[in-house]
């Protein structure tokens, strides 16, 4: 299959993928009204472009949180990203750090902190900062815990900490029920058709190490393998967390901190209030509750409450480099995007992360040229119309 945009690799991933894995990353929550208007509102804004303008030299640099990005482009992070390829953080992590790219881990990862870090450490772009992984954290009650994890990330090269606030509780998603989703992946009677059709797949993942939390194990000492940690897990988060929550992992990590779930101005200028560097703008894909506001919606209220006292990028529906522009225009710093990737890396392993990320550029490149601007530090909303499409 010639792969000329992101549909592509999803469409390769859902070949090579089991129906029930596949679905946990393409699903949303309940009748994923969200999922669905992540994407359908970046098409209700259009570009108004300009001419007689010099697009002889296209830049897409710039940085992020600090640290130089050779694109405004992210990898989310993404929960047991190792259950469609194995080691697929290590994979992602590196490829991002020879594009210059920021890559964030979860907390919720298959590959340990360490093993990634050092995956991105490896790269010749691992020179500069954009090379250094990301770490997401989630609250636990027992701030012990959080701080072993901030601690190991901070020693293993992360520079930037990224909180994520909307998940106190996991979104319905009926498509994981319906499948009978597992972690780790087993193979049923039900799922014996899906086992011979993906028999790459199992070889590579059902076959191999066990999947599990590798983060999360040596918190817990009633087991290691990945039931007995979702039990312990969900008994640990904290459900009582407020603003001072953030504060405390400002202070704990003294480094720059991003709050990732924010889609109310009210909240975001809360979060810059309490020590927050970044806003992430993001309704978790579209994964925890749904008829939430989308994220392209939620942008501009948002960057005009903050200004210039932080650094806000958006998470949700981005699966073209036009996607990327237009978040730019209305005053995004970059955007994050975790499903392109994880099709990328289920489809075609490395090669599918260097595909995405390439495909990315090209379209982000030509975009910004065909706007009538030359470099994406330069976008602004007068590029756009359309806006008054986005209010709810």
């Known amino acids: ?193 899906d086992a011979v059709r993906c028999w790459r797949w199992v070889r590579d993942v059902a076959l191999g190490p066990t999947v599990t939390f590798a983060n999360l194990k040596d918190l817990n000492s009633g087991g290691k393998d990945v039931v007995t940690i979702t039990q312990f897990i969900a008994d640990k988060y904290d459900l009582g967390y407020d603003w001072e929550a953030l504060e405390w992992c400002k202070s704990e990590w003294q480094g720059p901190v991003a709050v990732k779930g924010i889609l109310s101005p009210v909240d975001a200028k809360l979060a810059v209030q309490h020590g927050a560097s970044g806003i992430i703008v993001s309704n978790h894909g579209g994964r925890q509750l749904d008829g939430a506001i989308s994220s392209i919606a939620a942008l501009p209220a948002i960057v005009d409450a903050v200004g210039s006292d932080a650094e806000v990028i958006l998470d949700g529906g981005v699966r073209r480099g036009v996607d990327i522009v237009k978040a730019l225009c209305l005053g995004a710093r970059a955007c994050m995007a975790g499903r392109p990737f994880v099709y990328a890396l289920a489809a075609l392993g490395e090669e599918g992360m260097q595909r995405a990320i390439a495909i990315f550029k090209a379209e982000i490149e030509k975009a910004v040229m065909l706007v009538g601007c030359n470099s994406v530090q330069a976008l602004q909303r007068g590029y756009l119309q359309g806006l008054d499409r986005l209010r709810c």
Not at 11 to 19: I, V
Not at 132 to 150: E, G
């Open 1 to 193: 299959m010639n792969v000329v945009n992101i549909e592509d690799l999803r469409r390769l991933a859902r070949k090579r993928l089991p129906k029930a894995i596949f679905e946990f990353v393409d699903g949303g929550a309940l009748d994923e009204v969200t999922l669905r208007a992540n994407r359908s509102d970046f098409e209700r804004v259009r570009f108004h472009p300009r001419v007689f303008t010099d697009v002889s030299q296209i830049s897409l640099a710039t940085t992020i949180l600090g640290q130089p990005a050779q694109v405004p482009l992210i990898m989310a992070p993404v929960g047991l990203c190792g259950m469609v390829r194995r080691k697929a953080e290590v994979i992602a992590a590196r490829t991002a750090a020879s594009a210059g790219m920021p890559f964030c881990l979860s907390m919720m990862a298959a590959s340990s902190i360490e093993e990634v870090c050092a995956g991105a450490a490896s790269q010749p772009q691992r020179a500069t900062p954009s090379g250094a992984p990301w770490f997401q954290l989630y609250l636990l009650k027992d701030r012990a815990m959080n701080r072993v994890l901030l601690q190991r990330a901070r020693a293993a090269g992360a520079k930037v900490l990224v909180l994520t606030v909307d998940t106190k509780t996991q979104g319905p998603r009926e498509r994981d029920i319906r499948n009978g989703f597992t972690v780790p992946p087993r193979i049923t009677m039900r799922s014996a058709f």
